[in-house]
T-cell receptor, first 112, second 112 residues
Framework: NAGVTQTPKFRVLKTGQSMTLLCAQDMNHEYMYWYRQDPGMGLRLIHYSVGEGTTAKGEVPDGYNVSRLKKQNFLLGLESAAPSQTSVYFC???????????FGQGTRLTVV | KNQVEQSPQSLIILEGKNCTLQCNYTVSPFSNLRWYKQDTGRGPVSLTIMTFSENTKSNGRYTATLDADTKQSSLHITASQLSDSASYICVLRGGSQGNLIFGKGTKLSVKP
């Protein structure tokens, strides 16, 4: 997980609260991704970014917003948290050419 | 339809036995295909990479194969160990923006 840092690691929210997850990288990679992973399930892409100032929707974007104002940071926002958003969130980065992605350690979010 | 399909979804084998995991893809990839291993609660970590000029590549007890004509890859694990229990994910780069595309993974459980 070197080079990709997610904050916070754990969070409990009440329904309707908002929060922002931060993904920070020091590898100067262009691509950044946010995934969620529910118990026993595969990764599902929420949003991704191919460069500073650009974002795109993934497979499950509803209820989330993202921003990439700086190349090294990719923020994931939940405006009004719902219990269905209880999950583990992973940030990943990759460069333009290789298929190798580097993942953060994950953020475990519980919405009650 | 998912661009990267993996099978089986889950698999249970006894320690010491061999197994083969499958990855079929429809996306026209830019460069290469990579297999990842994801331990429970951790982010995925790269296991092996296949370029499209390669048919077979081994990494210890792991052997990956690739048939670019049929768009199929497999990961063969020999003499399984308890520590092989994890999810195995197939990844390609593709799509309109060249982003990484992850399969849903195969969850492997190795029992003593």
């Amino acid at each position: 997980n070197a080079g990709v840092t997610q904050t916070p690691k754990f969070r409990v929210l009440k329904t309707g609260q908002s929060m922002t997850l931060l993904c920070a990288q020091d590898m100067n990679h262009e691509y950044m991704y946010w995934y969620r992973q529910d118990p026993g399930m595969g990764l599902r892409l929420i949003h991704y970014s191919v460069g500073e100032g650009t974002t795109a929707k993934g497979e499950v974007p509803d209820g989330y917003n993202v921003s990439r104002l700086k190349k090294q940071n990719f923020l994931l926002g939940l405006e009004s948290a719902a219990p269905s958003q209880t999950s583990v969130y992973f940030c990943a980065i990759s460069d333009r050419v290789r298929t190798e992605a580097f993942f953060g350690q994950g953020t475990r979010l519980t919405v009650v | 339809k998912n661009q990267v399909e993996q099978s089986p979804q889950s698999l249970i084998i006894l320690e010491g036995k061999n197994c083969t995991l499958q990855c079929n893809y429809t996306v026209s990839p830019f460069s290469n295909l990579r297999w990842y291993k994801q331990d429970t609660g951790r982010g995925p970590v790269s296991l092996t990479i296949m370029t499209f000029s390669e048919n077979t590549k081994s990494n210890g007890r792991y052997t990956a194969t690739l048939d670019a004509d049929t768009k199929q890859s497999s990961l063969h694990i020999t003499a399984s160990q308890l520590s092989d229990s994890a999810s195995y994910i197939c990844v390609l780069r593709g799509g309109s923006q060249g982003n990484l595309i992850f399969g849903k993974g195969t969850k492997l459980s190795v029992k003593p």
